[in-house]
């Protein structure tokens, strides 16, 4: 999911505190990242602006693509849970974690519907 640059970019300095050098790297690092998925893979772009104007619209697009239905109540079920909520990254997991979901050196992901 990607988020318009100048409230992302706002929100990452506010949140974490970054300079702008950092703050910028870290898009360009997360569009490089989405560039070499849409070439390997088949993925889906999602923008947080959509969710946030309609949220059955983007829960019908997401469910298209996973082929799987995602209830509005769902959606809105996720969106009470603040992102930065929790302990800051890396801190709590085991240092055989991957972070993602699966055991070490797993590039998985949970999703759960």
Same mark, same amino acid.
């Given at each position: 999911?990607?988020?318009?640059?100048?409230?992302?970019?706002?929100?990452?300095?506010?949140?974490?505190?970054?300079?702008?050098?950092?703050?910028?790297?870290?898009?360009?690092?997360?569009?490089?990242?989405?560039?070499?998925? %849409?070439?390997?893979?088949?993925?889906? $772009?999602?923008?947080?602006?959509?969710?946030?104007?309609? #949220?059955?619209? !983007?829960?019908?697009?997401?469910?298209?693509?996973?082929?799987?239905?995602?209830?509005?109540?769902?959606?809105?079920?996720?969106?009470?849970?603040?992102?930065?909520?929790?302990?800051?990254?890396?801190?709590? %997991?085991?240092?055989?974690?991957?972070? $993602?979901?699966?055991?070490?050196?797993?590039?998985?992901? #949970?999703?759960? !519907?």
């Amino acid at each position: 999911m990607t988020r318009e640059f100048e409230s992302w970019a706002r929100s990452n300095v506010r949140t974490f505190r970054n300079g702008p050098g950092k703050t910028v790297g870290k898009y360009l690092s997360a569009l490089a990242g989405y560039d070499h998925l %849409r070439q390997n893979s088949d993925c889906l $772009l999602l923008r947080y602006e959509d969710l946030m104007r309609d #949220a059955a619209a !983007f829960g019908r697009r997401l469910g298209a693509f996973l082929n799987a239905e995602i209830p509005v109540e769902t959606i809105a079920s996720a969106m009470k849970k603040d992102s930065q909520e929790g302990p800051p990254p890396g801190a709590g %997991r085991s240092s055989g974690s991957s972070g $993602l979901g699966g055991a070490a050196g797993e590039n998985t992901l #949970a999703v759960e !519907f």
